[in-house]
C-alpha cells in the first residue's frame, strides 16, 4: 500500500519537471519575451508620459555616457526613458527569469550584460557579479550608458548596494536615480520587491533625480555616504512620481 501510493506521486512530480523544462527552453522564453516586449509597447504607446524635472533626452546630452539607476521592480518601464540615439546596456541576471528580461529588453531596442549583484564573495562569480561589472564599466569606457537596479538582496528592499557607487567612482560617471510611475498599475504583493506592472491607456511620470557623483579617490566612508546619497534622491524621485501620478502633486 505504500508503495501504491508513492508512484502517483513520482509520476506527478515527473510531469511537472518535464513542464518546468519546456517553459525554460530557448523557444518558450524567445515567445514568451515577443508576449511581453509586445505588451510593454502597448503601454508605452497608449500611456501619456511625463519627465520631471525635464525631458530624458536633454538629461542624456548633458551627462551621457550615464549610470541609471532605479528601485527592483519598478523598472519594467524604463527601456522608454532611453532618447533616440542614446545606446544603454541594461545589467540582466544569469538565471532564467534574467534570460526572459534580457531577451524582451533586446526587443525594446536596449544592449545586454549579464551578471547581478551578490551578497557576499563566495557567490560573486557564481552570479556573474564581476563579469556584469567589467562588462558595465568597460560599456561606459565606450560611450555607452548603463542601467542596473539600486538594490538585488531580499533583506535588504530599497537599501542601496555597493556596486552602483564603486562603478561610477571607478568610471567618472554620473549616476542617474530614476523613478517611472504609472496612474494605472498593479503590484504584485506577493514578490519580496513588490514589482509594479503598468496598465495601458494612464499617465505616467518619470522622474530623472539629481545626478550623483562619485570621486575617483573616494574612501570606504566616503562611499558609504555615497550610497546614502542615491537612496535619499531615489526615494524623492520615487515619492514625486507617485504623488504627480496619483494626482497628488502638480
Do not use: Y
Not at 564603486?166 to 520587491?193: H, N, Q, Y
Amino acid at each position: 500500500m505504500v508503495e501504491a501510493t508513492r508512484k502517483p506521486a513520482r509520476a506527478r512530480s515527473g510531469r511537472g519537471s518535464l513542464a518546468a523544462k519546456l517553459m525554460r527552453s530557448p523557444q518558450a522564453i524567445g515567445a514568451t519575451a515577443a508576449v511581453v516586449a509586445a505588451g510593454l509597447k502597448l503601454v508605452g504607446a497608449t500611456t501619456r508620459i511625463e519627465f520631471r524635472p525635464r525631458a530624458s533626452n536633454a538629461v542624456f546630452a548633458d551627462l551621457a555616457p550615464v549610470i541609471v539607476t532605479a528601485w527592483h521592480g519598478q523598472a519594467f518601464m524604463l527601456p522608454f526613458l532611453r532618447p533616440e540615439g542614446f545606446p544603454v546596456d541594461v545589467l540582466a541576471s544569469r538565471h532564467a527569469d534574467g534570460e526572459l528580461i534580457a531577451r524582451t529588453l533586446v526587443r525594446l531596442g536596449c544592449g545586454v550584460i549579464r551578471g547581478s549583484g551578490a551578497p557576499n564573495a563566495a557567490q560573486m562569480h557564481r552570479k556573474g557579479a564581476v563579469a556584469g561589472f567589467r562588462g558595465m564599466l568597460a560599456a561606459l569606457e565606450a560611450g555607452r550608458s548603463v542601467a542596473l537596479t539600486a538594490d538585488f538582496l531580499k533583506n535588504a528592499r530599497r537599501k542601496v548596494g555597493p556596486g552602483v557607487v564603486t562603478l561610477a567612482k571607478l568610471s567618472g560617471r554620473p549616476i542617474l536615480p530614476v523613478a517611472f510611475v504609472s496612474s494605472r498599475r498593479r503590484e504584485i504583493g506577493s514578490s519580496w520587491d513588490r514589482t509594479t506592472i503598468s496598465l495601458p491607456f494612464g499617465r505616467a511620470v518619470c522622474v530623472l533625480g539629481e545626478p550623483v557623483w562619485v570621486a575617483g579617490d573616494a574612501d570606504e566612508a566616503s562611499l558609504a555616504e555615497s550610497q546614502r546619497t542615491v537612496e535619499t534622491r531615489l526615494n524623492a524621485a520615487t515619492d514625486q512620481a507617485t504623488a504627480i501620478a496619483d494626482g497628488r502633486g502638480g
